[in-house]
Structures are given as C-alpha cells and as structure tokens.
Nanobody, 115 residues
Framework: QVQLVESGGGLVQAGGSLRLSCVVS????????LAWYRQAPGKERELVAF???????IYTGSVKGRFTISRDNGKNTVYLQMNSLKPEDTAVYYC?????????WGQGTQVSVSS
C-alpha cells in the first residue's frame, strides 16, 4: 500500500517562501509520476506542478517562475519550492500521481499566505 505524507506548510507573508515535502512509502514505478496539487477553500483541486514523461518539470497557471518541483530518489521524496508567495496561493497542497489512477491521498499540508 502506497502512502504519501506531505509536510512543510505554514503561515507566511506575501513574498515569502516555503518548501513542501512529499515522502513516499511503498512501491511506485518512479517519482517522476508524482505531481503537486492544491485545493483552495470553495474551489476544486487543481494541478500545480508535475514531471513530464522524460522528467522535465511542468508548471501550470500562475505558479510559473515562482514554484519549482524536484525529487530526491534516495529519500523517496518530492519537493515543491515556493517563492514569491501570494495570498491566492493559500490552499491545502497535496502530492499524488499525475498519470493514470490516483494513489491514496495524503492529508495534505496547509499553506496560508497573508497580505
């Protein structure tokens, strides 16, 4: 059974930075299948960053140029470095597969950005 555990969220002021971590336990084909999603209050969950089939990072929407997804195979961990945070980045952030069926969802990590 695969388990995803997200951490690293918190409360920051606009313009600040956070680094989120997603530790994977259990077997998955490669960390490259993982992505970061977020869900803001009253909104649907959205894809934020992922790796394409050759491992290149892809970003969606307003996070381009501010967020960086990376992975450490030795630690079975995927990261999301978030810089220049904005109040509209406030959400619960999750990691999960970007391809095929979803893995069991973790509890997520709350990111709150004050203006």
């Amino acid at each position: 059974q695969v388990q995803l555990v997200e951490s690293g969220g918190g409360l920051v002021q606009a313009g600040g930075s956070l680094r989120l971590s997603c530790v994977v336990s259990g077997s998955i084909p490669t960390l490259n299948i993982l992505a970061w999603y977020r869900q803001a209050p009253g909104k649907e969950r959205e894809l934020v960053a992922f790796f394409n089939r050759v491992g290149t990072s892809i970003y969606t929407g307003s996070v381009k140029g501010r967020f960086t997804i990376s992975r450490d195979n030795g630690k079975n961990t995927v990261y999301l470095q978030m810089n220049s945070l904005k109040p509209e980045d406030t959400a619960v952030y999750y990691c999960n597969s970007a391809y095929g069926s979803s893995l069991p969802w973790g509890q997520g990590t709350q990111v709150s950005v004050s203006s």
